[in-house]
């Protein structure tokens, strides 16, 4: 089934300004405008698929500004990846699974639908707040560009699977993140590690500067962001 990627606004809340790009990478549009549009900047991507230009695309990417240094603020990627999670999950059946492969990867019942990524202003130390991050994040909205059906059994679109209305997706997301912060400010950091967490593939617990906490160790968020990420190339997520 192909979905119409037709011109829509977005219907988001005040703080959020919205730009849509017909191409290009949307989280690299959010780190350009902000230092100059913004906290509340969202950029968003959606486009069909086909032979040449590869799989459909749902992209979105938000300007925040922490008040906190480097490895609190970092908790507002975890923030992202389970209001994205939660919008995914508002949207599909309640018998399928959103999952979250640590650190940056999202599961669609086992299957690769995408990922997020981290991205900072240029200069950002460890002990110092930094002056703007984008939260990013990029799924597959369809797969129309595949000729052999069975193909790439470890990926799924979001057409494949019934989101017939994938910008309604972004909306969600963005009504989930102002209440995760919300419920960051006034219960704390771990409202938020608790929310991703509850979505982690294999268990474990996040704590308040975002690591990964599991038996036998735990993992720092900000080296596991800064690998290359395995869900994507250079030129988006991987079938």
Aim: hydrophobic share 45%; glycine share 12%; charged share 25%.
């Amino acid at each position: 089934m192909t979905v119409s990627t037709q011109t829509r606004r977005l219907v988001l809340p005040p703080p959020y300004s919205q730009h849509r790009i017909a191409q290009g990478d949307a989280t690299a549009e959010a780190a350009a405008r902000a230092p100059a549009e913004g906290a509340g900047t969202l950029i968003w991507r959606w486009t069909a698929g086909g032979p040449e230009s590869g799989p459909g695309r749902l992209d979105l990417a938000v300007v925040l500004e922490p008040d906190l240094a480097l490895p609190g603020a970092r908790l507002g990627y975890v923030a992202g990846m389970a209001a994205l999670c939660e919008a995914l999950a508002a949207h599909c059946p309640p018998e399928r699974d959103i999952r979250i492969r640590w650190p940056d990867e999202l599961r669609f019942d086992t299957n690769r639908l995408g990922g997020a990524r981290l991205v900072l202003a240029p200069g950002s130390a460890e002990g110092a707040v930094p002056e703007w991050m984008v939260f990013g994040a990029e799924l597959i909205a369809d797969r129309d560009n595949i000729a052999v059906p069975g193909e790439y059994p470890q990926s799924i679109s979001l057409t494949e699977e019934g989101f017939d209305d994938p910008p309604a997706i972004i909306e969600s997301f963005a009504a989930h993140l102002m209440l995760l912060f919300d419920r960051w400010k006034h219960e704390g950091a771990d409202a938020v590690a608790r929310a991703f967490a509850g979505r982690l593939e294999g268990g474990g617990a996040i704590g308040d500067t975002g690591d990964l906490i599991r038996e036998g160790g735990h993992e720092a968020l900000g080296p596991a962001l800064a690998r290359a990420p395995l869900w994507r190339d250079a030129t988006g997520p991987i079938l």
